[in-house]
């Protein structure tokens, strides 16, 4: 007799924001996820400070990231993300990597992988973000990111964008 149970995924989701107040915006990006029907946040990194990635004068990100249990499958997570990202008043314009109120991915979702128009996971820069694998590191140290690589294998090594990444102190 086959089992209709559905199981808990992991998941792991990255936050960045560097407009209208970047730590609120984490911080109530947080709490909105937390509301997030069939999911629960069981472990939640530091903030961190990082210098854009992308076009310069723009004001610095705030990151972190967080682990999330759900029953939800990627997509309907990512609706979900999405819709918060809308709440908080993501624009999405032309400017890849240009500044924003709230970022929210996802960077893993249990040992699921696809790619395609929607999603494409594992997230397929985070060997050479500092600013996702200095928080991932504080919530799944060991989480295996290539076949041979955990994050903090990774973090120890150089990257093509050498940003500052700085630890933020009382973020609570």
Do not use: C
């Not at 709490?31 to 990635?53: A, C, D, H, Q, W």
């Not at 249990?110 to 996702?132: A, C, G, M, Y």
Request: hydrophobic share 35%; proline share 6%.
């Amino acid at each position: 007799m086959m089992s209709n149970k559905i199981h808990w995924k992991i998941s792991y989701i990255g936050l960045g924001s560097n407009q209208d107040n970047p730590i609120k915006q984490i911080k109530n990006a947080l709490v909105n996820m937390g509301k997030i029907e069939r999911t629960r946040i069981i472990k939640k990194s530091s903030f961190y400070e990082t210098e854009p990635l992308g076009p310069d004068q723009q004001p610095n990100f705030i990151n972190a990231a967080v682990a999330l249990l759900t029953l939800l499958d990627p997509y309907e997570l990512l609706i979900k993300l999405q819709h918060i990202e809308k709440k908080q008043k993501r624009e999405r314009g032309s400017i890849r990597w240009g500044p924003r109120t709230i970022d929210l991915d996802i960077l893993f979702y249990s040992n699921v992988t696809t790619n395609d128009d929607r999603l494409v996971l594992p997230h397929p820069e985070i060997q050479n973000r500092d600013f996702v694998l200095f928080p991932l590191s504080e919530i799944a140290p060991e989480l295996m990111v290539s076949e041979h690589l955990n994050v903090v294998d990774l973090l120890e090594m150089e990257k093509p964008q050498n940003l500052s990444v700085k630890k933020i102190k009382n973020n609570d």
